[in-house]
């Protein structure tokens, strides 16, 4: 009798917040994940018995870079997407039923959801938005999407229950919600291990710039301008910055990276803002508006006093000094509760249960 997550592998987004949710399932329900995400992130995170099925359900959105969509490539991959969920449709139903499946979460593929209506599953979403709001922001760029934001509102509709999220878009077509809170991982802050892994002063600011999955057209050799600060990066540029490291993603757990440094640097998506949020970390960010989720999140950020938004010409052009000159001193930004995991999970093991 499980629980099955079908979580979208687009980006890491999805995956670090269903992380918090389902590793705190009670341990006597068996857990399977079905996510193109990947496995080791998964292996690390969950820490507690699950099954992981390798698999796409959904598309999410084809990039150029972590702040541009191509509206007509995503189209074009969605299509195939969705034609390969209705070909297997009958299929996914028998290996819900061989697997005594009790409950189906999605983040956020809708197709799960009609799989667990035609079931009479109860079928849960954890979201802030969903493809549909996604996907009409892109109309106008690619008329093609109209019919799917369509027949997506109606897939979705077959929720049994929102679990939003917070910094959420409304979502009318969802019939039935529960607030959850805020989710994201727990941090500890881990300042003196970090400051002896990258070797510098302790009086050195430090700043993780974060390029996302597709990479960010950064200038990066101009950090080194930037002389009273030292640039972390899990991801290594494409020229030698003398004041930026790169740390290996094993070297700290990564909120308790964003719980350790000054300032992030970096697009705004969900986890991300979620962890500096929770973590009272600034976030030096600039507007996503091929995104629909831009405008909660910017929404969030802009009343937040570490919210630091810079245009897009001045945060991709690395014009950072006024920002950088504004970042509070470390502990001075209040900091946001985040029991959306514990909460979800407590609203799981309540829908296994009966």
Same mark, same amino acid.
């Given at each position: 009798m499980?629980?099955?997550?079908?979580?979208?592998?687009?980006?890491?987004?999805?995956?670090?917040?269903?992380?918090?949710?389902?590793?705190?399932?009670?341990?006597?329900?068996?857990?399977?994940?079905?996510?193109?995400?990947?496995?080791?992130?998964?292996?690390?995170?969950?820490?507690?018995?699950?099954?992981?099925?390798?698999?796409?359900?959904?598309?999410?959105?084809?990039?150029?870079?972590?702040?541009?969509?191509?509206?007509?490539?995503t189209?074009?991959?969605?299509?195939?997407?969705?034609?390969?969920?209705?070909?297997?449709?009958?299929?996914?139903?028998?290996?819900?039923?061989?697997?005594?499946?009790?409950v189906?979460?999605?983040?956020?593929?809708?197709?799960?959801?009609?799989?667990?209506?035609?079931?009479?599953?109860p079928?849960l979403?954890?979201?802030?938005?969903?493809?549909?709001?996604?996907?009409?922001?892109?109309?106008?760029?690619?008329?093609?999407?109209?019919?799917?934001?369509?027949?997506?509102?109606?897939e979705?509709?077959?929720?049994?229950?929102? @679990? $939003? =999220?917070? %910094? #959420?878009?409304?979502?009318?077509?969802?019939?039935?919600?529960?607030?959850?809170? *805020?989710? +994201?991982?727990?941090?500890?802050?881990?300042?003196?291990?970090?400051?002896?892994?990258?070797?510098?002063?302790?009086?050195?600011?430090?700043?993780?710039?974060?390029?996302?999955n597709?990479?960010?057209?950064?200038?990066?050799?101009?950090?080194?301008t930037?002389?009273?600060w030292?640039?972390?990066?899990?991801?290594?540029?494409?020229v030698?910055?003398?004041?930026?490291?790169?740390?290996?993603?094993?070297?700290?757990?990564?909120?308790?990276?964003?719980?350790?440094?000054?300032?992030?640097?970096?697009k705004?998506?969900?986890?991300?803002?979620?962890?500096?949020?929770?973590?009272?970390?600034?976030?030096?960010?600039?507007?996503?508006?091929?995104?629909?989720?831009n405008?909660? @999140? $910017? =929404?969030? %950020? #802009?009343?937040?006093?570490?919210?630091?938004?810079?245009?897009?010409?001045?945060? *991709?052009? +690395?014009?950072?000094?006024?920002?950088?000159?504004?970042?509070?001193?470390?502990?001075?930004?209040?900091?946001?509760?985040?029991?959306?995991?514990?909460?979800?999970?407590?609203?799981?093991?309540?829908?296994?249960?009966?």
């Amino acid at each position: 009798m499980c629980v099955v997550a079908y979580v979208s592998g687009h980006g890491f987004g999805h995956s670090a917040r269903e992380v918090e949710v389902l590793r705190r399932l009670p341990p006597e329900i068996p857990l399977v994940v079905k996510t193109a995400a990947p496995e080791w992130f998964w292996r690390e995170e969950v820490q507690r018995p699950f099954e992981l099925v390798p698999d796409a359900y959904d598309v999410g959105c084809l990039q150029t870079n972590s702040l541009d969509v191509a509206a007509a490539a995503t189209y074009d991959a969605y299509r195939e997407v969705a034609a390969r969920n209705e070909a297997r449709r009958s299929e996914e139903e028998v290996d819900l039923r061989r697997r005594g499946a009790r409950v189906v979460i999605t983040d956020v593929p809708s197709f799960p959801l009609t799989i667990a209506a035609h079931l009479g599953l109860p079928g849960l979403c954890v979201a802030n938005f969903t493809w549909t709001d996604i996907y009409a922001g892109l109309v106008d760029a690619e008329p093609r999407f109209m019919p799917v934001v369509v027949e997506l509102e109606r897939e979705y509709a077959l929720a049994t229950l929102l @679990l $939003d =999220a917070d %910094l #959420s878009l409304p979502m009318p077509y969802f019939p039935h919600r529960e607030r959850i809170g *805020l989710v +994201a991982r727990p941090h500890r802050e881990r300042r003196d291990e970090l400051v002896a892994l990258l070797g510098v002063e302790q009086t050195k600011r430090l700043a993780l710039v974060y390029a996302g999955n597709w990479g960010l057209p950064l200038p990066w050799e101009r950090l080194q301008t930037f002389t009273d600060w030292h640039f972390v990066s899990l991801a290594a540029p494409p020229v030698s910055v003398a004041n930026l490291t790169v740390l290996p993603r094993r070297a700290l757990p990564h909120a308790d990276l964003v719980a350790s440094v000054d300032l992030v640097i970096s697009k705004a998506g969900y986890g991300l803002v979620g962890e500096c949020l929770s973590a009272g970390t600034p976030l030096l960010y600039c507007p996503r508006p091929d995104f629909a989720e831009n405008t909660a @999140l $910017d =929404a969030a %950020l #802009s009343a937040w006093p570490g919210g630091l938004r810079a245009s897009a010409e001045d945060f *991709l052009a +690395a014009h950072w000094e006024p920002f950088l000159k504004q970042v509070p001193p470390r502990g001075a930004v209040p900091r946001y509760t985040a029991d959306g995991g514990e909460n979800a999970s407590g609203i799981i093991a309540r829908f296994h249960a009966r």
